[in-house]
């Protein structure tokens, strides 16, 4: 199975908790199987330009700028997204990116979705994506979700052991939701390969 990683944040990967977190959950994914793979792919610094309907076009320079790491997600057999909680709401970056995401690439690949949170927070990030995000992209949304408080102290490890209770807790629940993330994977992808959900007549949810 492949699995790709989308990290929100736009701050430096070298001080993102959003970034450490989503290389934790890829080489979690890559553990599990020789037949697994993951990859991130990060927002740091703002990689990607404002959307507009020039992304459309197949052959605006827009368009062929994002081509590649749409690509990705086509590829993709899961998704993993995670978002760090910014003023109480998901990172402008992320938002962005996913308007570049169309059901042609994600449509009934199964997303887990990832708050995260340097203090108490990273509920919100949750909610908001809940109810947005996924109408157009036709991701599917699994019912369980990870939610990362004082990321700066927890996931610094692999070992299921080791660290406090928070920390031992966070990773053995982050391993869970990646085995239901496996497998809805398992389940969707036999549908996808099978039957043509794709309509030209409705290509945007309601």
Do not use: C
Not at 58 to 67: F, I, P, Q, T, V
Not at 129 to 147: A, E, Q
Not at 168 to 187: E, G, T
């Amino acid at each position: 199975m492949k699995y790709v990683i989308i990290s929100g944040s736009h701050r430096d990967e070298g001080v993102a908790q959003s970034f450490k977190i989503s290389n934790w959950l890829a080489d979690a994914i890559k553990s599990r199987s020789a037949d697994d793979e993951a990859e991130v792919i990060s927002l740091s610094g703002n990689p990607y330009p404002l959307w507009d309907q020039s992304a459309w076009d197949a052959e605006s320079d827009l368009a062929k700028r994002m081509a590649p790491v749409l690509d990705k997600i086509t590829q993709a057999d899961a998704i993993v997204i995670v978002a760090p909680e910014w003023g109480g709401m998901v990172p402008g970056g992320l938002k962005n990116f996913l308007i570049y995401v169309s059901s042609a690439h994600a449509a009934h690949k199964p997303t887990l979705l990832v708050g995260v949170s340097g203090s108490r927070g990273g509920t919100y990030p949750i909610a908001e994506l809940r109810i947005s995000g996924y109408k157009n992209t036709r991701m599917v949304y699994i019912p369980d979700h990870l939610i990362v408080t004082s990321a700066e102290n927890v996931m610094n490890d692999h070992d299921l052991e080791k660290g406090d209770e928070v920390d031992q807790y966070i990773k053995k629940r982050a391993h869970y939701s990646l085995d239901v993330l496996a497998a809805y994977a398992k389940a969707l992808k036999p549908m996808r390969d099978s039957t043509d959900l794709l309509d030209e007549n409705y290509p945007f949810g309601m």
